[in-house]
């Protein structure tokens, strides 16, 4: 059966550092998300993606985040100069459709320390 | 914005016993989630619903529209469905569609 994937499982960093966290989303899946859960809190929505461009972006998503498709394939979510409080599980998820179920990969764990 | 609110937050039961979880939301919708999330931290989707009741196994999933409810019912439960069991409803702009979550019920089963 079709999966995310993502890599990698654990990322540690230190503060300020720039992180690259990648996804490969099934592949004839066509909607693409970036979520983020801080242990002991709730999924948050960070940004959607469609057709080559961001659809939507919550007010987490801001110019520290950015994402890209570049080749087709790979998903990728970008954290530049990370901070302690990015430190998080971070979940990409694809759908097929806007209505369809999304398919969620089993996360980065990122450590800003 | 749409608000999210599952009861219980936590749950223990006896092996066989018959779960319910509760999901409200503040503002009307195009589906409602049930998702699955194992102690590991991994999600997986259980359900997507518009309208009406799913059935998948020992699993359920209701909505009443009208009154922004929905249900996850687990009939004969097993300590393997032990997890947290996330409500999180579909919204947002044209394109993609994104998710605001439910805080999550921890679900417990003792043998």
């Known amino acids: 059966e079709p999966e995310v994937t993502q890599t990698p499982s654990h990322q540690v960093t230190q503060m300020g550092q720039e992180v690259i966290l990648r996804c490969v989303p099934i592949?004839?899946?066509?909607?693409f998300y970036w979520y983020r859960q801080i242990l002991g809190q709730k999924v948050e929505f960070l940004v959607s993606?469609?057709?080559?461009?961001?659809?939507?972006k919550s007010e987490i998503f801001d110019d520290q985040f950015s994402v890209e498709r570049p080749d087709g394939s790979n998903f990728t979510l970008k954290i530049r100069s990370t901070k302690l409080e990015d430190s998080a599980m971070y979940f990409c998820?694809?759908?097929?459709?806007?209505?369809?179920?999304?398919?969620f990969g089993p996360g980065t764990r990122l450590t800003v320390l | 914005k749409n608000e999210v609110e599952q009861s219980p937050q936590n749950l223990t039961a006896q092996e066989g016993e018959f779960i319910t979880i509760n999901c409200s939301y503040s503002?009307?919708?195009?589906?409602l989630h049930w998702l699955q999330q194992h102690p590991g931290g991994g999600i997986v989707s259980l359900f997507m619903?518009?309208?009406g009741k799913k059935k998948h196994g020992r699993l359920i999933a209701t909505i009443n529209i009208q009154e922004k409810h929905s249900s996850l019912h687990i009939t004969a439960s097993h300590p393997r469905d032990s997890a947290v069991y996330i409500c999180?409803?579909?919204?947002?702009?044209?394109?993609?569609?994104?998710?605001?979550f439910g805080q999550g019920t921890r679900l417990t089963i003792n043998p």
């Open positions: 592949s004839n899946h066509l909607y």
């Open positions: 503002v009307g919708i195009s589906a």
């Open positions: 998820a694809s759908s097929s459709d806007r209505e369809n179920t999304q398919y």
């Open positions: 619903l518009s309208s």
């Open positions: 999180a409803v579909g919204g947002g702009l044209q394109g993609a569609q994104k998710l605001v």
């Open positions: 993606f469609y057709n080559n461009e961001i659809s939507e």
